[in-house]
């Protein structure tokens, strides 16, 4: 262990987190993934300071966590929008109007496309971040976006403002278009599947 490491205070339930994930895989390393997850669901972004409480209950550098944080775009090393908005680009969104629709986020939140659309931008007030995103695997429904983890789609522009006021003043993002509502496919239409979120 570091020596930086060895003085970094580790709040329990961060340490009871990381060690129970750490025991799901043989070697604990394995865990960097899950645990800087948790880390940055708590802090918005992987903070310098999780980082090293991380590393201390890992037993490893902090730079080997910085790393791993650095090569995935899904986890972010400054402090972005409080909400996260991914756009889909990949083909199947960007031939049913998703640069139109990244352009209708960016107006709504006040941020450049260009930015947006090259690693992600977040707005003046903090509230919101939006980013283009290679592919979200969700072809069925484009042009579609994440918004806080929850596909939504498809999208038209106008819904841009409207998921962008809802995320400022804390309301339920469009439920009428959350894919948690759609039913399986093939399957009788039912609730939701509660293991979507919805």
Same mark, same amino acid.
């Given at each position: 262990?570091? +020596?930086?490491?060895? *003085?970094?205070?580790? @709040?329990?339930?961060? &340490?009871?987190?990381?060690?129970?994930?750490?025991? =799901?895989?043989? &070697?604990? #390393?394995?865990?960097?993934?899950?645990?800087?997850?948790?880390?940055?669901? &708590?802090?918005?972004? /992987? !903070?310098?300071?999780?980082? #090293?409480?991380?590393?201390?209950?890992?037993?490893?550098?902090?730079?080997?966590?910085?790393?791993?944080?650095?090569?995935?775009?899904?986890?972010?090393?400054?402090?972005?929008? +409080? $909400? *996260?908005?991914?756009?889909? !680009? $990949?083909?199947? /969104?960007?031939? =049913?109007?998703?640069?139109?629709?990244?352009?209708?986020?960016?107006?709504?939140?006040?941020?450049? @496309?260009? +930015?947006?659309?090259?690693?992600?931008?977040? %707005?003046?007030?903090?509230?919101?971040?939006?980013?283009?995103?290679?592919?979200?695997?969700?072809?069925?429904?484009?042009?579609?976006? %994440?918004? $806080?983890?929850?596909?939504?789609? @498809?999208? +038209? $522009?106008?819904?841009?403002? !409207?998921?962008?006021?809802?995320?400022?003043?804390?309301?339920?993002?469009?439920?009428?278009?959350?894919?948690?509502?759609?039913?399986?496919?093939?399957?009788?239409?039912?609730?939701?599947? @509660? &293991?979507?979120?919805?």
């Amino acid at each position: 262990m570091s +020596e930086a490491a060895a *003085r970094t205070k580790v @709040p329990g339930d961060l &340490r009871a987190a990381v060690e129970q994930l750490m025991s =799901r895989y043989p &070697r604990h #390393r394995s865990a960097s993934i899950p645990a800087l997850h948790w880390i940055q669901k &708590r802090d918005g972004w /992987c !903070t310098p300071e999780g980082i #090293r409480q991380v590393a201390e209950v890992m037993d490893v550098e902090p730079a080997y966590l910085e790393s791993v944080a650095s090569f995935y775009d899904l986890f972010k090393l400054e402090p972005v929008g +409080e $909400n *996260r908005v991914l756009v889909c !680009t $990949n083909i199947s /969104c960007w031939m =049913r109007g998703a640069d139109d629709l990244l352009g209708a986020f960016c107006d709504a939140a006040g941020l450049d @496309p260009a +930015e947006a659309g090259h690693g992600g931008a977040s %707005s003046a007030d903090g509230k919101v971040f939006v980013s283009g995103f290679e592919c979200l695997g969700a072809c069925d429904i484009a042009p579609m976006a %994440s918004v $806080n983890a929850r596909y939504f789609g @498809p999208l +038209e $522009n106008g819904d841009a403002a !409207t998921i962008v006021a809802s995320l400022r003043a804390g309301a339920d993002v469009m439920p009428e278009k959350a894919i948690a509502i759609r039913g399986a496919a093939g399957g009788p239409d039912g609730p939701p599947d @509660p &293991r979507l979120g919805g």
